[in-house]
């Protein structure tokens, strides 16, 4: 795994915007401001200074507002300024964590001397007899069945469709519903699911002549399909890498390392969506396939989701949640005297 280093720079050069400033225009003297007459309010022209004041305000209100976006001044990003939309000026990237480097190096180290569940999961078993548009339908059933699923059980659904000739767009779609639930529980939400694949197979038949979209916009139009399995299916079926994956092992992992906040707040994020964007606001593409994997697979055997091992994480003294999460009472092992005969 490459770990690149962010480049540093002098303070002003550093902003990834430009730097201006507003330049204001002198204030109007009273004797430019048009007077108007009214009766019983104003005589001889002569307009009482509280008018003047508010009509000047209410010019210079008026000219600021009508200025061209160029001349606004523009001030230092806030926290806030990230939670736009990604096309925004700020949300190219922001300051990364310190250490991070350290931390991926470290669990690298732990994940290569521990197997994890997600290791002994092959995605290619029995693909490669695919033709290259029934591999790539075959990617999007995958990822679509993982959803609140374990990696083994979604692996297992997939071979029995596999092994039932039903991962194609067309042999789905001509697929009994009842049949596809069958052959998929049980993974998670399997009744939705089965409903959801003839409906995504019906799509791709009719718009992508049995493929599947090749743009994520037009994937997370399809039944079923959120930001998370629409960037796996980029990856695993176009080779394209346009936002990372997070599931709920990456969204936990990171909070606890401190590395994503939610917009505008000090607090982690809430969702596995909101810990990609922060994510992919400082962390380098080139990072963005393998940290999935990475964060996974120390999710399930270091810092797990209850009682964290944080005795054997190596990289517990950069970690801000290391040791805060105890065993409950209830768990732990009680040794209960002997009742006496």
């Not at 669990?107 to 695919?130: F, Q, Y």
């Not at 059933?141 to 659904?157: C, D, P, R």
């Not at 089965?194 to 139009?221: E, F, H, M, N």
């Not at 990372?244 to 505008?264: E, F, K, Y």
């Amino acid at each position: 795994m490459s770990l690149s280093l962010l480049k540093h720079t002098p303070f002003f050069s550093s902003f990834p915007f430009p730097i201006r400033f507003i330049s204001f225009k002198p204030m109007p003297k009273a004797s430019n401001i048009p007077l108007l007459q009214k009766s019983g309010s104003e005589v001889d022209g002569i307009v009482p200074k509280k008018r003047v004041r508010k009509r000047r305000v209410e010019m210079i209100a008026k000219e600021v507002k009508t200025e061209s976006p160029d001349e606004k001044f523009l001030r230092h990003p806030e926290i806030e300024d990230f939670a736009n939309k990604s096309d925004h000026i700020y949300s190219q990237s922001i300051q990364s964590p310190s250490n991070w480097e350290r931390v991926i190096e470290g669990i690298c180290r732990m994940r290569s001397s521990e197997h994890a569940p997600v290791d002994s999961i092959d995605p290619d078993e029995g693909m490669n007899s695919l033709q290259p548009k029934e591999r790539r339908f075959a990617e999007l059933v995958g990822s679509l069945l993982s959803s609140q699923t374990k990696g083994h059980v979604t692996h297992e659904a997939t071979q029995r469709l596999l092994e039932n000739g039903l991962l194609s767009a067309e042999t789905m779609d001509k697929a009994d519903e009842a049949t596809i639930k069958s052959l998929i529980y049980p993974v998670g939400f399997y009744t939705r699911k089965a409903r959801q694949l003839k409906q995504v197979a019906k799509i791709c038949l009719s718009k992508y002549d049995g493929d599947i979209p090749s743009t994520l916009d037009d994937l997370l139009l399809l039944p079923g399909v959120g930001p998370k399995i629409a960037h796996l299916v980029m990856i695993m079926a176009w080779n394209k890498v346009e936002g990372i994956c997070v599931d709920t092992h990456v969204h936990r992992v990171s909070n606890r390392l401190g590395w994503v906040l939610r917009p505008g707040t000090k607090q982690g994020t809430r969702s596995p969506e909101e810990t990609r964007v922060s994510l992919q606001k400082w962390l380098p593409k080139e990072e963005w396939v393998s940290i999935n994997l990475l964060l996974v697979g120390f999710g399930q055997t270091i810092c797990t989701p209850l009682r964290p091992r944080c005795a054997k994480c190596t990289v517990s003294e950069f970690c801000p949640s290391a040791f805060t999460e105890i065993s409950s009472p209830a768990s732990t092992s009680r040794i209960r005297p002997k009742k006496k005969v």
